[in-house]
């Protein structure tokens, strides 16, 4: 617990105020809608309107909000071009993933009936596509809306544009390791990882082009060449063969795993590990390009890859990702722009905290800014007799 107040709140301020806006105006209404998702009581531009703390009517809001789309696209490229220290010696890993906000209405921006992977079931939502880029911190986070054909369809009556999950992380994919190798870091310090519901051919294939390495997992029904014919995966690692026991050293659980090199039908010779955690009984498959990968170094690349796990339940529960109560495409892409700009800010910020050997969570990190946050308020309440006779009337009708 730290007893000094962190000035977390002023890092992002002069972050964002730092940047050549159009107006001065449209820079205090980007901060106004930033400190309400962040600090404020409730969600939405209606509920900062109601709290009365707002000196901008909804459509002045809204207006610079629109105005605002190319500018924020530039400061995120700038802050993470501007953060960005290429070392060398380290492993820069590329993590793909996806993440889903449940919304309501037909005329919602990207909505339509998906698969939600970590409910497990069909519901009304938008999907973003994200690419977290770190080493032993958060290094970049690029994102791109999926729009279903269903949306599409409903929307344009056409398919026109439409691009597949796939496609879009083949995108992202790419633009970032040509990034990395103009900076001159080696091919073989990127790695890339994914899930199982991003293993296909078409990816897996520009890796092996670009010279890089990846780790993904596949499913247990991935077809291989087995003395001449093709098998199954679950077929060929047998759960009665001899399993090995490692401690996983990040989180002290216990590791039973096999391995084997094997050719893939679709991913061509990789090294396949079988992997049991704990006590659970599933058995997890996960292949790689480096055959001479050990399994301390596969648990490694998997602990990072999990950070874009995190990330997805921080931007939801402390960022508010799908907290945009407006069904326009705009106002949408605004609002998923300065959530993922504003959780790279404060992974910078922690980052310098934990090189001056402070060690502190992105939680108590939000409670240091909405200290100041209610701090602020508190002044600007108080400043005035009459500002005192507006809280009295909020406080009375509330």
């Known amino acids: 617990m730290h007893s000094k107040i962190l000035p977390v709140r002023k890092y992002i301020h002069d972050c964002l105020k730092n940047f050549p806006w159009a107006s001065d105006t449209q820079f205090e209404a980007i901060w106004t809608y930033v400190d309400h998702q962040l600090a404020g009581r409730g969600r939405g531009r209606q509920a900062l309107l109601r709290a009365g703390m707002s000196d901008f009517s909804d459509r002045i809001l809204e207006y610079q909000l629109r105005q605002a789309n190319y500018y924020l696209k530039l400061l995120n490229e700038e802050v993470q071009t501007r953060s960005i220290n290429i070392d060398r010696r380290r492993i820069h890993q590329l993590s793909l993933d996806d993440t889903m906000n449940q919304r309501f209405g037909k005329k919602v921006y990207g909505a339509a009936h998906q698969y939600n992977h970590s409910h497990g079931n069909v519901c009304h939502g938008q999907t973003l596509v994200d690419l977290v880029h770190s080493t032993d911190h958060v290094l970049g986070v690029k994102f791109q809306p999926y729009l279903p054909k269903k949306y599409l369809q409903r929307a344009n009556g ?49 890796i092996r082009q670009t010279g890089t390495n990846f780790v993904q997992g596949i499913r247990k029904n991935t077809l291989c060449h087995w003395f001449g014919q093709t098998a199954r995966l679950d077929l060929i690692f047998n759960q009665h063969d001899k399993w090995y026991y490692r401690t996983d050293p990040h989180s002290g659980k216990k590791v039973l795993f096999q391995e084997k090199t094997l050719n893939l039908v679709r991913y061509g010779r990789c090294k396949v590990f079988a992997i049991r955690r704990g006590d659970e009984t599933r058995i997890r498959y996960y292949i790689t390009n480096v055959l001479k990968l050990s399994i301390n170094r596969l648990l490694e690349r998997l602990k990072v890859h999990w950070r ?91």
Not at 158 to 185: C, D, P, V
Not at 320 to 343: D, T
């Open 308 to 398: 874009v796990e995190t990330m997805h339940l921080d931007l939801k529960e402390r960022f508010h990702l799908n907290g945009c109560n407006s069904g326009k495409n705009i106002l949408n892409l605004i609002h998923w722009q300065l959530c993922y700009l504003v959780y790279f800010l404060s992974c910078q910020y922690q980052h310098l905290l934990q090189r001056n050997g402070e060690k502190i969570s992105l939680i108590r990190l939000l409670f240091h800014y909405q200290y100041h946050y209610d701090e602020e308020r508190t002044r600007r309440c108080f400043s005035t007799p009459s500002r005192r006779l507006k809280l009295q009337q909020l406080l009375v009708t509330s």
């Open 158 to 206: 056409s398919l026109n544009g439409f691009e597949t999950k796939i496609e879009q992380a083949y995108q992202l994919l790419k633009k970032e390791i040509w990034q990395l190798r103009h900076q001159g870091l080696p091919p073989t310090k990127i790695w890339t990882s994914m899930d199982c519901w991003y293993a296909c051919e078409k990816l897996t294939t520009f």
